[in-house]
């Protein structure tokens, strides 16, 4: 099957999904940096991937899941960080943490179909 949107990819659906929920837990969040680090970190989880999508290659693109990939991998850290500091309970980091795994293996998934 050949992608002709960037909105068809799992991945950049699931993303979308994930920066949403972010969003909506932080966002009466009176650390307005890490709140701010954490809403642009989860927003380039998808931006890249449309990003990539349009580009002129799949090497291109894979650089930009890659990316992704890093950006996915930020805000998993930083969801530790806020239950670390109390900003969350452990059972919604458990379920923010699964959700970006999952995200990080459609990634893994589609960087090994474009190569």
Same mark, same amino acid.
């Given at each position: 099957?050949?992608? $002709? &949107?960037? %909105?068809?990819?799992? =991945?950049?659906? $699931?993303?979308? %999904?994930?920066a949403v929920n972010i969003y909506k837990i932080f966002r009466e969040s009176k650390d307005y940096g890490f709140r701010d680090q954490?809403?642009?970190a989860v927003v380039s989880v998808s +931006?890249?991937?449309?990003?990539?999508?349009? &580009?002129?290659?799949d090497l291109d693109f894979q650089r930009f899941i890659?990316?992704? $990939?890093?950006?996915c991998n930020e805000v998993k850290?930083?969801?530790?960080?806020?239950e670390?500091?109390?900003y969350i309970k452990t059972p919604s980091k458990i379920d923010?943490?699964?959700? =970006?795994? %999952?995200?990080?293996k459609i990634? +893994?998934?589609?960087?090994k179909k474009l190569f």
């Open positions: 099957m050949i992608i $002709k &949107r960037f %909105e068809d990819i799992i =991945a950049w659906q $699931k993303a979308q %999904e994930f954490i809403c642009r +931006n890249n991937i449309a990003e990539g999508f349009d &580009r002129n290659s890659h990316i992704s $990939k890093s950006s850290s930083m969801i530790y960080l806020a670390k500091l109390n923010l943490i699964n959700k =970006a795994d %999952e995200i990080l990634l +893994n998934d589609l960087i």
